[in-house]
Every structure is written in C-alpha cells, then in structure tokens.
C-alpha cells in the first residue's frame, strides 16, 4: 500500500484530529490572550495542530507499507521528541520581571496544547476534551477562588515617606510603625519584610516594605489610612 493509496477513512479521521486541535489551541490562546499574555492563539493553535500532525505521523509510519515491506519504528519515539522540545519553546515563555517571575502558567499552557494535540493525533478524544476542560476551569474559575482567599499573590517594594515631626514637635517621630503595618495589611498587602531610614537633614522617615500585592484598581483607600498616621509625602509601589 503506497503512501496516496490509504483509505479514505484515514484522512477523514486525521482532518477530524486537526480540527478538534485547532479548537483546543484556539480556545486555550483565547484565555491567555484574554489576560493580556504573550502567548495567544496564533502560538498555541500551531503548537496543538503540530503536535497532533507529529502523532499522526508517528503511528502512520508504523501502519504504511511500501514494496520493501513497513517503515517500522516505535511511535513513542516522536512523541518523545515532541515532549523534550516543546520545554524549550515553553521556557521562553518564563520571564523574570522585578521581583517576580512572569509566565509559568503561560509555560503550563504550552505544555497543555501539545499534550492535547498529541493524545488528538492518537485518536484519544474524550480523554483531550477532560483535560481541556481541566484546563479551562483551573485558568478560569480556580483564578477566581485564589484571587479571592489568596489576595496578596505578586512580590512588590513599597515605599513610603513621611515626615519626620513638625515645626512644634522637632524631636518626635511622626510614624507609628505598627499602626502602619496594620492599615497595610488590612489593605490585603502581606508584609513580609521592612527597612527603615531617617534623613536628618529634610526630617523624613522612608519605610520600605517587602510585600505580596493584591491586584487592586485604586489604591486610594490605603493612602488615606496611611495619610491618618502621619505626614505621608510619597506612596509608591514597585516590582
């Protein structure tokens, strides 16, 4: 049987697997194109339909047989090859940002497009309809639920300035520092180091905090309880 003389059940079913990993690709880029990652649909579409193709070829090189008798081989082989080399294309997705490292779930969804465009090239499609949608609810609905009981995630410095006592009170110190931490944290910031500095000569007091930042819109409501103890000339926060 030569390589144009399959059947026609063949290619019916290997279009069935493009597809189907065309979606599970588009639908995982969506996400991550939806929260603004460098990773988005084009990338992982190629890499879903690319895997499913290299799976498709592996156990069609196997079945196909010519006048000098079947090509052989182990199929595992390219899959093989497939798993060692998407790592790479998956590390290029972890970048280092400040104090924070920025892209291990984006990593995660490469890893997940090509497993599920492999187990689609093996014919394997309601096991990659499970983890797709695994997927999905853990990017989705699980990011909700931590955001929601984990609010402070990324590492951040924040700073803060006040000023040192008044023209009436020169000696005295105008900041409480665990009236401080307190209306820091009951900002959802989590506070997990500090340092501290007194400039004599302008009379100001720098505090800053190593601490795990929520995602907050308006920061508003932290600097005005922050602005109640004492003389707050700076606010600012960093990676």
Same mark, same amino acid.
């Given at each position: 049987m030569e390589l144009f003389d399959l059947p026609m059940d063949f290619y019916v079913?290997?279009?069935?697997?493009?597809?189907?990993?065309? *979606?599970?690709?588009? *639908?995982? @880029?969506?996400?991550?194109?939806h929260r603004y990652q460098v990773v988005g649909m084009r990338t992982l579409v190629?890499?879903? *339909?690319?895997?499913?193709?290299?799976?498709?070829?592996?156990?069609?090189l196997t079945e196909i047989q010519t006048g000098k008798g079947f090509y052989g081989g182990d199929p595992t082989r390219v899959i093989?090859?497939? *798993?060692?080399?998407? @790592?790479?294309? @998956?590390?290029g997705a972890i970048v280092h940002q400040g104090l924070n490292i920025r892209g291990l779930t984006s990593a995660a969804v490469v890893w997940t497009a090509s497993a599920i465009g492999l187990a689609l090239g093996a014919g394997l499609y309601e096991q990659s309809l499970l983890v797709l949608a695994v997927a999905i609810f853990l990017l989705i609905v699980l990011e909700k639920i931590?955001?929601?009981?984990?609010?402070?995630?990324?590492?951040?410095?924040?700073?803060?300035v006040f000023a040192d006592g008044d023209a009436e009170h020169s000696g005295a110190t105008a900041v409480d520092l665990r009236a401080t931490k307190e209306a820091i944290e009951r900002n959802g910031f989590k506070v997990t180091d500090l340092s501290v500095s007194r400039i004599m000569a302008d009379r100001k007091v720098i505090l800053l905090y190593s601490v795990k930042s929520p995602d907050l819109d308006d920061y508003d409501q932290v600097i @005005?309880?922050?602005?109640?103890?004492g003389n707050l000339e700076e606010f600012s926060l960093k990676d």
């Open positions: 079913d290997s279009f069935l697997k493009i597809l189907a990993s065309s *979606v599970s690709g588009a *639908v995982l @880029g969506w996400e991550r194109k190629l890499i879903s *339909v690319s895997s499913t193709l290299l799976a498709i070829l592996s156990y069609a093989a090859g497939v *798993v060692s080399g998407i @790592g790479f294309l @998956g590390g931590e955001s929601r009981f984990f609010l402070a995630g990324r590492n951040k410095t924040l700073r803060l @005005g309880e922050l602005s109640a103890l």
